[in-house]
């Protein structure tokens, strides 16, 4: 039974007449559980299943289309070896050193890092992250699975005017009001969510192995497999329409790929802004879930070519898959002026079903591209879900049954107070930006900063290469400790002169966006406000759980101490 | 589509393919530790330099 680990682990010492150094070590260790990753392919799979997410088929398409794909491609792949690759690493060597310690929770991980009290505290942001990213995620989860229903049982074909799948939608979340959502004639949406909601607790409680690395074992293959047989259909459309030959498989693909003039558009910082941003969100780098996972790892254990493999897998589904299926298709059936100013949101509930419902045999596509979705999504939110589990085992000292208890009554009402702020999905857009966004720039920042001038970078490396199966580079040694900073620092800033100060380039002044006016202009925005008044509660509770769970490593640390010295050589020894 | 487009395409998507199957290929045909996380593996931190 999942939880009960720690006692067959003590029991195994028993048997060899060491329970009381068995019981020491548990203590000091910090943490209940001795889960483990049962193969290397599996924590690979389970890390690429928590990177690739919706991002990759309906983000990074509309970003590459939107900035002329030349120029932001170039932009994309320096940020990809130079922000994404290196922070990768550092966060599985960071991951796997601390699990050494027995550590693995986020706090715990940065207790065992950061000699300092304060250090813990840094750390939580690796729980609050996943837990509120959690509570509004689940819920597009949910949507992609009722749109994969709603084409196979045919409810989907709502004619060839894009409105009507845009009213749809507004009408599925309750966009129109809040509460909408909750109203009757919602009931699908609130059962989806409390199914798909069930399915990733369900998952989550059978553990690490038995849960997570069990479902993406089968979960992840399965995602490439559909994507490929979507491209393959997607690139068989010749001209969907013979009315409009101007629109057919080469002309979207030329929409998506062909280049403007690169040489002026990289001059743009905006374009460095978004290829970096997606790179940094799309690799789940700064999440708090990669040094979770990492730290179930042995120091015999690969992280490098792992850490690679999983960036690889991300990147093949974002660029292979993600970029010759979504815009290519919406441009085939709309046209470019379908496609322009699509959000996320847009392009994948709006713009594609109407897409898929004149694609031959719609049905059957519409259900695999939403089943698609439904599949990159779920991977990710259970990897959201075990920083939380690791955390409140590793610093409360509770079983399974009541970590998944907690944590299901915590994630349930963050995510009711989305579902009920369902207005222009307010609640749900702010969460995103302000922890979504910024938490995890200042967690990556963190983490890099620490792997190259805390840890050091020469011990950094020594880490890093503990077990590995290929080397890395030694040029990495100073792209990690000063380029990458440097331009995770720039980005940073630029973040916030454009999208919180809203620096205007052409108008050469300052208009706040809306995430800022929301809270301080004039005409504020009051479920933005309650919103960051919710996530304020949230971050002391867990700043709270953290100083509560610092008291309990304290002693167990106190506690070591104490054991006599003879033993503590022959437990090192074990 | 255009010459320039047809490039940055085959470029990107077949780096991007490449390296994952070199991935793919370096993980499934190395054998990994027997376990990947034992009970000898847990150290209690005595005698660290730190």
């Known amino acids: 039974m999942p939880g009960d680990e720690s006692n067959s682990f003590c029991d195994k010492f028993y048997a060899g007449g ?28 389970a890390v690429a299943g928590s990177a690739v997410g919706l991002g990759n088929f309906l983000r990074f398409p509309g970003l590459a289309s939107q900035y002329g794909s030349g120029a932001f491609m170039i932009a994309y792949f320096v940020s990809l070896v130079i922000l994404g690759i290196p922070v990768c690493w550092a966060e599985w060597t960071l991951g796997r050193y601390a699990g ?70 507004a009408n599925y979340v309750g966009a129109s009001a809040d509460g909408a959502a909750l109203l009757p004639g919602h009931h699908a949406a609130i059962l989806f969510l409390l199914i798909i909601f069930a399915i990733n607790f369900f998952l989550i409680y059978r553990g690490l192995v038995q849960g997570i690395e069990f479902f993406c074992k089968y979960a992840m293959p399965a995602l490439i497999v559909i994507a490929l ?33 690169w040489q002026t558009q990289l001059k743009n910082p905006q374009l460095w802004l978004a290829a970096a941003g997606q790179i940094f969100f799309s690799l789940s780098v700064g999440f708090g879930v990669i040094i979770t996972y990492a730290s179930y790892l042995s120091n015999k254990n690969d992280v490098v070519l792992s850490g690679l493999s ?22 085939m059936f709309l046209g470019a002026a379908g ?28 259900f695999l591209f939403f089943f698609l979705l439904f599949l990159a999504a779920i991977t990710s939110s259970l990897s959201m879900l075990q920083p939380g589990i690791a955390f409140l085992e590793e610093g409360l000292g509770l079983n399974r049954k009541q970590s998944v208890s907690l944590l299901g009554l915590l994630t349930a009402i963050g995510c009711t107070f989305v579902v009920y702020f369902s207005k222009d999905l307010k609640a749900l857009d702010t969460m995103d930006f302000w922890v979504g966004t910024v938490f995890i720039f ?50 940073f ?13 052409d108008r050469k002044k300052f208009i706040p966006t809306s995430y800022v006016a929301d809270l301080v202009g004039s005409d504020p925005n009051v479920v933005a406000r309650v919103t960051i008044l919710f996530l304020a509660i949230t971050v002391i509770f867990f700043g709270l759980l953290t100083a509560l769970a610092g008291k309990r490593w304290d002693k167990q640390s106190r506690d070591k101490k104490d054991l006599p010295a003879e033993n503590i050589s022959t437990s090192t020894k074990l | 589509m255009t010459p320039a487009g047809w490039t940055i395409m ?35 931190g005595a005698g660290e330099k730190d």
Request: charged fraction near 15%; include cysteine; proline fraction near 6%.
């Open chain 1, 18 to 45: 060491k329970t009381f150094l068995a019981v020491k070590q548990a203590a000091v260790s910090g943490s209940p559980t001795k889960e483990t990753w049962s193969s290397r392919l599996g924590v690979i799979l």
């Open chain 1, 100 to 169: 050494q310690k027995g550590f693995r929770s986020s706090p715990g991980i940065f207790y065992a890092l950061i000699k300092h009290p304060f250090g813990k505290y840094i750390g939580v942001l690796g729980v609050i992250i996943p837990v509120v990213i959690y509570m509004y995620y689940v819920y597009i989860e949910s949507w992609c699975a009722a749109y994969g229903w709603g084409f196979l049982t045919g409810k989907l074909n709502l004619g060839s005017d894009v409105s009507a799948y845009g009213n749809y939608w």
């Open chain 1, 229 to 261: 047989i979507i491209l393959v259909r997607v690139l068989t459309l010749g001209t969907p329409d013979a009315t409009k030959p101007e629109q057919n498989v080469l002309t979207g693909l030329g929409y998506m790929w062909n280049p403007g003039d």
């Open chain 1, 310 to 331: 999983a960036s690889a897998a991300n990147e093949f589904c974002e660029v292979a898959l993600g970029g010759l299926i979504t815009v290519p298709a919406a441009f």
């Open chain 1, 339 to 366: 496609v322009v100013g699509q959000g996320t949101f847009g392009l994948g509930f709006k713009v594609l079903p109407l897409v898929l419902s004149h694609m031959p045999m719609p049905g059957l596509f519409g």
């Open chain 1, 442 to 491: 200042i967690m990556a920042t963190t983490i890099i900063i620490y792997f190259g001038w805390g840890l050091g970078i020469e011990r950094g490396f020594e880490e890093a290469h503990r077990g590995a199966e290929m080397k890395i580079p030694s040029i990495f040694k100073f792209v990690m400790k000063y380029v990458c900073p440097a331009y995770l620092l720039t980005i």
């Open chain 1, 493 to 505: 800033a630029m973040f916030i002169w454009f999208k919180v100060f809203g620096w205007d380039p």
């Open chain 2, 10 to 44: 085959i470029c990107s998507v077949a780096a991007v393919t490449i390296l994952f199957i070199w991935c793919l290929v370096r993980v499934l045909t190395h054998k990994p530790p027997p376990n990947l996380h034992g009970i000898d593996d847990i150290e209690t």
